[in-house]
């Protein structure tokens, strides 16, 4: 049973730039959800996707936008890239129905410069 | 607004010695309540929840924890630390129950050192 996978595992960018980042959920999973982790702090919400539409959105600026596919897997798209945008990207996957725990992949390492 | 807060950045144990790592919350409603543990460049692993029912839950690796009303807490314990269980360890409140939103909120996250 595979798990929560993400690609690319790191990723240097310059600032300006743009990025995409992906996932696909855990086997059986509908929901995804994405977070971004600063250097020693707790994971912040960014957005979540069910039904390939965004149902919840975290206090992220519209340059950080998503997709969802039919299969599940997801987007995260970052434009215009920061300095602050640096960190770890982690995507999670969960079933709207529950249990509600979300499982968590082993996230993107995204340095800009 | 729906938190939570884990009070202490550093927990230092002994090996074999009883383990806590501490979060309260606050939240409107029915809280539900998660643990994960987050080794060195790694994603975040799930521990174990509160959802309803009994306020001692057991989860993953000897951990389990205690839901606490009145004291709005719920901390994270195992009875016999090991080397093995330093690492960073986050408690997570789920903002919403509405159907179809997951959102999860977390603490700023405990580091764990065990010292053989």
């Known amino acids: 049973d595979a798990g929560v996978t993400q690609s690319p595992t790191h990723l240097i960018k310059t600032r300006g730039q743009q990025v995409t980042l992906r996932c696909s959920p855990k086997?059986?999973?509908?929901?995804v959800s994405w977070y971004q982790q600063a250097l020693g702090q707790g994971p912040q919400f960014i957005f979540q996707?069910?039904?390939?539409?965004?149902?919840q959105r975290g206090n992220f600026p519209d340059r950080f936008s998503g997709h969802q596919f039919p299969n599940y897997s997801s987007e995260l798209n970052v434009n215009a890239l920061l300095l602050g945008d640096s960190a770890l990207y982690l995507c999670?996957?969960?079933?709207?129905?529950?249990?509600?725990?979300?499982?968590f992949g082993p996230g993107t390492r995204l340095t800009v410069t | 607004a729906q938190s939570v807060a884990q009070p202490e950045d550093q927990v230092n144990v002994a090996e074999g010695n009883p383990l806590t790592v501490k979060c309260t919350y606050s939240v409107s409603g029915n809280p539900y309540l998660f643990w994960y543990v987050q080794y060195p460049n790694r994603g975040l692993q799930f521990l174990l929840k509160y959802i309803t029912g009994d306020n001692l839950v057991k989860g993953s690796y000897g951990f389990e924890a205690e839901f606490n009303k009145s004291q709005t807490s719920f901390h994270l314990k195992k009875p016999s630390a090991l080397v093995s269980d330093s690492a960073l360890y986050f408690c997570a409140v789920r903002l919403s129950l509405t159907y179809g939103n997951n959102r999860l909120a977390f603490g700023k996250g405990n580091q764990v050192v065990v010292i053989p």
């Open positions: 086997s059986g999973h509908d929901t």
């Open positions: 999670a996957s969960s079933l709207v129905d529950g249990p509600y725990e979300q499982y």
């Open positions: 996707y069910y039904e390939e539409e965004e149902r």
